[in-house]
């Protein structure tokens, strides 16, 4: 916070970015800042979100809207962040929304177009929030399949390193392309089967009255699924896909991780999908092949040989 | 043929491979090797089938099974070579096989891993065709959807054109995916209407008897669709896509073809798909942009901009 009000920019991310810090009040206690605000943005790596939120209340909560931005299972819990809220807050999922999308941090403080997906259990409230953050260089969809959306978010970072392993492994982008299409369509299977919600009310049908929407399922193609998934797996700066390409070069997991001075989240994620499947049994071999790589010491070759034969 | 038979290597084509002559036998006129051959593979740039099948007659045809490679439409007629083989031979569409996917041929003969779907309304035929291609580096998938995987492999070029176009305009990755992804489901929802076979029986139900196949539509997220769609979008190398870059930047259609020496196939299709959707009257906002922009002097910038609010 210090470096902020007297630098004007964040010392560890975009640090070309300036801030105008008379537009901002800056708290270094989530729980001070709480009777000042009607909507916490909770906008923090997975695995630091528990220790960060640790001075916060249920009373604190009450009455407030979350948007998370978080992409990630929290690892200890193996739960979404809506999951934690209610777990250990009593916070209802219908004042909750998460916001997700393709959206490279680079290039959204650049100004490139980006489109960001704002989901929520109710529609009006995360059209008015997406509307707060529509901009120029922003533009906002609206959905609510929240649950959907955010194993998404987890899932897009497993196929990346699965596509960073292929690479390390000296695949071709043939064969990559393959892989990501059938990750594309291993995630829509998942998401079909875990959704407590897969409701989306935001198409309009004409042949409804006025007012009215179409319920139709989910859009796996649209951004917030196969566009997010497409821009973690082609990217080259993609942590995840670096990080499994070291894996298909030989790296262990550990020394990936030395080396690149970061855990991918993809890691941890694979692990937590793995067991979340065991009661969803959706079928995943990518996933799986992924997770035993990391985690059962199958050699990369040998898991990558093993899903081959299943993709079509 | 004189070159090949001498020099062992294609003067024109990934020089670097040699072939031996003994196994090949080489003719300069079809209709002379017509007699010889029970199978006649089609692995023409689709802009000269036409004058390359002259010699051709109905009686050559008769009784043989033809292998289509040709990926575009044939651009005099705005035909698929089914439907030009049909038209002027009178050659029924149960002897014809169409072979797809995303092969770079680069990879192929460099022995990379790649995947090829043969398609046809006769499964049978196109499983044997498949067992004759299949080998260490060639998995072979099978599909009965013989019409959509042909335009998915035309409709590719087209969105390849797009994404080079916005590449040009520099949008960044974050649009990029979000324009890869609605293209793909434009491309669905073009073949979905299209299809005039759109019955996928590779599928074993086991709810049904044994040796029963169970009936659903295409899986677009397999290679033969979505895969090609990315390998085509996301190469560096795609001839369409850098094509497409040289529009977004500024070139007139005429100078991008002086300058790459050669027509861009997504070009010429962006004309024959449009034309084709005035009957179809699928959703496709993107294909119709990159036609306004090559064929109706739209610039590049107005184009790209009027399909923005149309992305999810």
């Known amino acids: 916070v210090q470096h902020l009000l007297t630098r004007k920019h964040n010392p560890h991310y975009l640090r070309s970015v300036s801030f105008d810090t008379r537009l901002l009040t800056l708290y270094t206690d989530p729980g001070a800042m709480m009777s000042q605000i009607d909507c916490l943005i909770i906008a923090i790596p997975s695995a630091y979100v528990k220790a960060s939120l640790q001075s916060l209340t249920s009373e604190n909560l009450k009455g407030k809207f979350v948007l998370s931005a978080v992409k990630g299972i929290l690892p200890d819990e193996n739960m979404l962040l809506n999951e934690y809220l209610a777990h250990v ?16 941090a680079e290039e959204v403080a650049g100004e490139k177009l980006s489109y960001l997906t704002f989901s929520g259990l109710d529609e009006a409230l995360a059209s008015q929030i997406a509307a707060a953050f529509s901009c120029d260089y922003l533009n906002s969809i609206v959905n609510t399949d929240v649950i959907g959306v955010q194993y998404a978010a987890v899932l897009k970072n497993i196929y990346a390193l699965g596509a960073g392993i292929a690479h390390g492994l000296e695949y071709g982008d043939n064969f990559l392309s393959v892989l990501i299409a059938n990750s594309a369509d291993e995630m829509a299977g998942f998401l079909r089967k875990v959704g407590i919600q897969h409701i989306e009310v935001g198409v309009h049908d004409s042949a409804a009255p006025v007012g009215k929407f179409h319920r139709k399922s989910p859009n796996y193609a649209a951004s917030v699924y196969l566009g997010d998934l ?6 080259p700066f993609s942590r995840n896909r670096s990080f499994g390409n070291m894996i298909g070069k030989g790296y ?7 080396e690149m001075n970061m855990v991918a989240e993809g890691y941890n994620a ?3 999908i793995y067991m979340l499947n065991q009661q969803i049994a959706a079928e995943m071999p990518i996933a799986e092949a992924v997770y035993r790589i990391l985690w059962e010491n199958v050699k990369p070759a040998d898991g990558m040989k093993q899903i081959e034969s299943t993709l079509v």
């Not at 807050?89 to 490279?104: E, I, K, R, S």
């Not at 262990?252 to 030395?258: E, N």
């Open 89 to 104: 807050y009593d916070f209802p999922l219908q004042q909750y929304c998460a916001v997700m999308g393709p959206c490279h």
């Open 230 to 235: 497409l821009v973690t797996c082609y990217s």
């Open 252 to 258: 262990s997991v550990r020394s990936a991780q030395l």
């Open 270 to 272: 694979s692990r937590c």
